[in-house]
């Protein structure tokens, strides 16, 4: 199906199902980004029903993009072709293949990552801080994101599908705090490098199971392994997991002597609450 031509330049295969012409997208900005891909916001023409124009997001390869790199979209690309509609999943709303590198369009999601999304609205107590005078969140937004969380890996596990990469970073937040679930398709191929941060400073280790990270054993059990961590990043507005985990392990010294003092951990936990990642 798929070619590598002479001059070094990928040529796939239009899929007429989802192949959209590229001269009706507009790119606007860059919105995201990893070590390979970028994301930018774009505007299609006529892409949805009852749409003459929509804001979308548009998935691509960075300049320097290796064929490794290539493969690993276009596996994304088919996989997603695969899964149908779900409110808590992202939607690949259609491709450009033909005279360009791939894109890969999806619906957009106003509000962006959840991770950002809940770091930008903690509760701090410099004001000032909250830039863009965001609204504060409730339990009941944050009990309303772990459930759609749920609700989006229940139907991805139903059509056996596995994430592999469930975490916050990667779980977007659309118009009125609807969650869509994803960057599954990174599904296979991927060699982490457990010891180091990736470019973004992210450590996927984290969130991955024992039996992942040591037999890369996936599975769905696995991810709900990441999703416990991801309960664990909305409780903590977007935190990680090793300040207060450290401190946690304090707590169990052995040695009474060793363990901190509540005034230590007044201190701590005040710093963590109100400004640490
Ligand atoms: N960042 C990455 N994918 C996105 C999407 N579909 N909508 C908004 N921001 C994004």
New binding site residues.
Partial sequence: LYMESTEEQWKLVADERFEFPRNRIRLKKV??GGAFGQ?F?ATATGIMDGETEST??V?MLKEHASSDDFWTLVDEMDLLKKIDKHLNV?RLLGCCVLNGPPWLI?????H??LQTFLRNRRRSRDAYLNVENLEFLTHKDLASFTYQIAKGMEFLASRKFIHRDLAARNI?V?EHNII?I??FGLARNINYDYYRKTSGGREPVKWMSPEALFDRCHTTQSDVWSFGIVLWEIMTYGGTHTPVYNLMRHCWQTNPAERPTFTELVGKLDYWLTRAS
């Fill in positions: 919105i995201g994301v916001a979308v997001a998935k992202i999806f619906e957009y999601a106003l962006g990552n977007l659309a869509k994803s960057d």
